[in-house]
C-alpha cells in the first residue's frame, strides 16, 4: 500500500532531488545533503535536507544510515533507526557521525541516509503484579547462546 508524504522545499533545499527509491525493490529512498560540512573524526553534525514533511497519522519515516558510507567511510547515523513523527513539521536533518580516523567531506547533494515509511502500531502499558513464565526468562544480554 503507497501512502503520501507531502514534502515542503525549503529555500536551501532548491534544486536538490526528491527523497526517491534508487531501484524497483528498494526499501528505502535515499535523500541528499543540502549543505557542505566536514565532519571530524569522532564528530556529529545534523546535516539539513532542505525540506519539511507532513507523514500521515499512523504513520512514521524511520531515518537509517547507508551501508556503502558506514563501511567505505566509517560513517553512520548515533540515533538509528530515527524517528519522524507524524505531528513534526520543521526541517528534517540527519544526525550523522564520523567513526573513522579521518575528516570526511559531505557535499551539497550527496546521498547521505535513507527513509523508511513505516506504520506505527498504537499501544498501551497496563500495570501487573505478575508476568507469564518463558523458557527464557530473565535471561539477557546474550542469555540466549554461545559463541561458536
Same mark, same amino acid.
Given at each position: ?9 525549503? =529555500?536551501?533545499?532548491?534544486? %536538490?532531488?526528491?527523497?526517491? *527509491?534508487?531501484?524497483?525493490?528498494? !526499501?528505502?529512498? @535515499?535523500?541528499?545533503? $543540502?549543505? @557542505?560540512?566536514?565532519?571530524? =573524526?569522532?564528530? #556529529? ?10 507523514? =500521515?497519522?499512523? *504513520? ?10 558506514? %563501511?567505505?567511510? &566509517?560513517?553512520?547515523? +548515533? ?5 519522524? @513523527? !507524524? ?11 564520523? %567513526? ?7 557535499? #551539497? &547533494?550527496?546521498?547521505? /541516509?535513507?527513509?523508511?515509511? $513505516? +506504520?506505527?502500531?498504537? /499501544? ?10 518463558? $523458557? ?5 544480554? &546474550?542469555?540466549?547462546?554461545?559463541? &561458536?
Amino acid at each position: 500500500m503507497t501512502i503520501t508524504i507531502a514534502l515542503k522545499r525549503l =529555500p536551501h533545499g532548491e534544486g %536538490l532531488p526528491l527523497p526517491a *527509491y534508487a531501484t524497483e525493490h528498494a !526499501a528505502g529512498m @535515499d535523500v541528499v545533503s $543540502a549543505e @557542505d560540512v566536514t565532519l571530524a =573524526p569522532g564528530g #556529529r553534525h545534523a546535516v539539513a535536507t532542505g525540506f519539511a514533511m507532513a507523514i =500521515p497519522a499512523g *504513520y512514521e519515516v524511520q531515518v537509517r544510515p547507508r551501508s556503502g558510507l558506514a %563501511l567505505k567511510h &566509517g560513517i553512520s547515523l +548515533p540515533n538509528t533507526p530515527g524517528t519522524i @513523527d !507524524a505531528d513534526y513539521r520543521g526541517e528534517l536533518k540527519v544526525i550523522m557521525i564520523n %567513526l573513522d580516523s579521518e575528516p570526511f567531506e559531505i557535499a #551539497r &547533494g550527496d546521498r547521505i /541516509a535513507q527513509l523508511v515509511a $513505516a +506504520p506505527v502500531q498504537p /499501544a498501551i502499558f497496563a500495570e501487573v503484579d505478575s508476568l507469564d513464565e518463558t $523458557a527464557r526468562g530473565a535471561g539477557g544480554f &546474550g542469555s540466549t547462546g554461545v559463541r &561458536g
